[in-house]
């Protein structure tokens, strides 16, 4: 079987780590808001009270966001990353139709959209609605690595995007990331045992525990071997601090850039 080295090269900038997404240290996370954008449970719970009250204040200033689209904020208290982009997924009444899936497809669509505007080159994706949406958990997952997949061959994408995590929360989820990777991303290395599988599956923890991954606060556990997480990951803030500090500040606190909020409703950076 010939393996693609383009294709291969696609696969190098894809992770998945099970840990606390607000935990992750990349451009920006995404969050799986509701439509309202002012907070939920899940994943939207959590990132609303790891970034404080002023995102709140910032969102409200928003006025919502339709299902599969996406906004984007500052991250205030969530001081690894430089901005929060928030998405909405389908909720699922009964069965998935082709509508629900496009709408799916659009939130990740979008949201990597409107990190590649505002130059964010690393970006965190939670589940999009398989908590209390009821999306499929294994057609959701299909759905995004497809649809991540179809972004980075698109024109110049994947010059633009250093690296994009999946962060899972449950292990069900883990296991399906897992097992659609290599079916979207092939690579000659899927043939290798088992034991090699976090150099060419890109996960962070292949013991399935969130301590190996590249966080604010985790550190290995005392007397295990540590392992080479690959530097794209490590948050592009010290290197754009150290090689640009004009141009990545402005970027970030001054010209966040929406794909549809118009003019006068853009918060002031």
């Not at 010939?2 to 920006?28: E, G, H, Q, W």
């Not at 995404?30 to 969102?59: F, P, Q, T, Y």
């Not at 969130?210 to 997480?229: F, H, L, W």
Request: hydrophobic content about 35%; glycine content about 4%; proline content about 4%.
């Amino acid at each position: 079987m010939y393996f693609s080295p383009y294709l291969m090269s696609l696969r190098n900038k894809i992770f998945i780590c099970r840990s606390d997404i607000t935990k992750i240290a990349v451009d920006a996370i995404v969050n799986a808001a509701n439509s309202s954008l002012l907070g939920g449970g899940g994943v939207d719970g959590a990132i609303h009270r790891a970034a404080g009250r002023k995102l709140l204040e910032e969102c409200k200033e928003i006025g919502g966001c339709n299902t599969g689209d996406a906004k984007i904020t500052h991250s205030y208290n969530i001081s690894q990353i430089k901005a929060i982009i928030h998405t909405v997924g389908p909720n699922i009444h009964s069965k998935v139709t082709e509508r629900d899936e496009k709408l799916l497809t659009n939130c990740y669509w979008n949201s990597l959209q409107l990190a590649k505007k505002n130059k964010l080159s690393s970006i965190a994706f939670p589940c999009i609605s398989t908590g209390i949406y009821s999306y499929p958990n294994d057609s959701a997952a299909n759905v995004a690595m497809r649809t991540v997949k179809r972004w980075l061959e698109t024109n110049d994408n994947a010059s633009k995007m250093r690296a994009i995590v999946f962060v899972i929360f449950t292990e069900v989820d883990y296991k399906i990331y897992r097992k659609t990777l290599p079916k979207v991303f092939p690579s000659s290395l899927d043939e290798q045992a088992d034991g090699n599988s976090f150099n060419f599956e890109r996960s962070f923890n292949d013991d399935e525990s969130p301590d190996n991954v590249q966080t604010k606060e985790n550190k290995p556990k005392e007397g295990d071997e540590k392992k080479s997480v690959d530097e794209s990951i490590k948050m592009e803030v010290a290197e754009s601090q150290s090689a640009e500090p004009e141009v990545a500040k402005e970027t970030v606190n001054s010209k966040l850039e929406s794909n549809d909020v118009p003019t006068k409703d853009k918060s002031k950076f």
